[in-house]
């Protein structure tokens, strides 16, 4: 990413942001509520477009040639919206034919997907009458479908259980370990420094950190040394009528 920059109306949601993710990574990009973290990865896989800067996705050029960008990437955005009059395996072996693969192996990788996600229970279900977890989960079945070489996942672990999450954790650590890029938002400090070997620091539209976690981190925890970067915690109020009452 080279320079992003996006505004709404007067506001400046990224104001030129310069980022390398490494090929074979596992990125964490971490931030306040309005950092610009989503209008960042947004723009980077092609969901809005950018006011100024450039988005090259292993060397190809994500805004001058789409269509070859676009097969390289993985993408479950925020705010998952699915066509969920589906089921979960129409849902998935729709985007799997979008994609273009044929029929066969649309219907082996949606099996896999469903039984490593543990959806295939609710097979004859709608999407629509899901929980958000099994939303999230199916979604990123979706984005996981043409095993793509760079997935770009905005709160993936959001509404999901603790079954589920390590399921997905596994999943991504063998993408990475196989050579693939995961690049990750997420509020859960403690997340990011268990999985991220790299990690982003964003706040006001701008990178306030990035590189090797060890390196972002300086000797401290990850949630100690964000903490620091944003220029310390806002003072703490002393709730003095907050007590159990007596009577």
Same mark, same amino acid.
């Given at each position: 990413?080279?320079?992003?920059?996006?505004?709404?109306?007067?506001?400046?949601?990224?104001?030129?942001?310069?980022?390398?993710?490494?090929?074979?990574?596992?990125?964490?990009?971490?931030?306040?509520?309005?950092?610009?973290?989503?209008?960042?990865?947004?723009?980077?896989?092609?969901?809005?477009?950018?006011?100024?800067?450039?988005?090259?996705?292993?060397?190809?050029?994500?805004?001058?040639?789409?269509?070859?960008?676009?097969?390289?990437?993985?993408?479950?955005?925020?705010?998952?919206?699915?066509?969920?009059?589906?089921?979960?395996?129409?849902?998935?072996?729709?985007?799997?034919? @979008?994609?273009?693969? &044929?029929?066969? #192996? $649309?219907? !082996?990788?949606? =099996?896999?997907?469903?039984?490593?996600? +543990? *959806?295939? /229970?609710?097979?004859?279900?709608?999407?629509?009458?899901?929980?958000?977890?099994?939303?999230?989960?199916?979604?990123?079945?979706?984005?996981?479908?043409?095993?793509?070489?760079?997935?770009?996942?905005?709160?993936?672990?959001?509404?999901?259980?603790?079954?589920?999450?390590?399921?997905?954790?596994?999943?991504?650590?063998?993408?990475?370990?196989?050579?693939?890029?995961?690049?990750?938002?997420?509020?859960?400090?403690?997340?990011?420094?268990?999985?991220?070997?790299?990690?982003?620091?964003?706040?006001?539209?701008?990178? @306030?950190?990035?590189? &090797?976690?060890? #390196? $972002?981190? !300086?000797?401290? =925890?990850?949630?100690?040394?964000?903490? +620091? *970067?944003? /220029?310390?915690?806002?003072?703490?109020?002393?709730?003095?009528?907050?007590?159990?009452?007596?009577?």
């Amino acid at each position: 990413m080279s320079g992003l920059v996006k505004r709404f109306g007067r506001t400046v949601a990224v104001a030129g942001i310069d980022l390398d993710i490494p090929a074979g990574s596992f990125y964490g990009v971490v931030g306040p509520n309005g950092a610009g973290k989503t209008t960042t990865l947004s723009m980077a896989t092609g969901l809005l477009v950018p006011d100024a800067g450039r988005v090259h996705v292993h060397g190809v050029d994500l805004w001058e040639r789409p269509q070859e960008a676009a097969p390289l990437l993985g993408v479950l955005p925020d705010g998952v919206r699915v066509f969920d009059r589906l089921t979960g395996p129409e849902l998935l072996s729709y985007a799997g034919m @979008l994609r273009g693969l &044929p029929r066969a #192996v $649309v219907a !082996a990788r949606r =099996d896999d997907l469903l039984t490593a996600l +543990d *959806l295939h /229970g609710a097979g004859a279900t709608l999407v629509a009458d899901y929980s958000a977890g099994m939303t999230k989960k199916i979604a990123l079945a979706c984005a996981l479908v043409h095993a793509p070489r760079l997935l770009v996942l905005d709160e993936p672990f959001e509404a999901v259980d603790p079954v589920s999450a390590s399921a997905i954790r596994v999943i991504l650590q063998r993408f990475v370990a196989a050579g693939g890029t995961v690049v990750l938002s997420s509020h859960v400090m403690a997340l990011v420094e268990r999985l991220c070997d790299h990690v982003a620091v964003v706040a006001g539209g701008r990178l @306030l950190a990035a590189g &090797p976690l060890d #390196v $972002v981190r !300086a000797g401290q =925890d990850l949630e100690t040394r964000f903490v +620091d *970067l944003l /220029g310390g915690g806002p003072a703490e109020p002393e709730l003095t009528w907050l007590r159990p009452s007596s009577a």
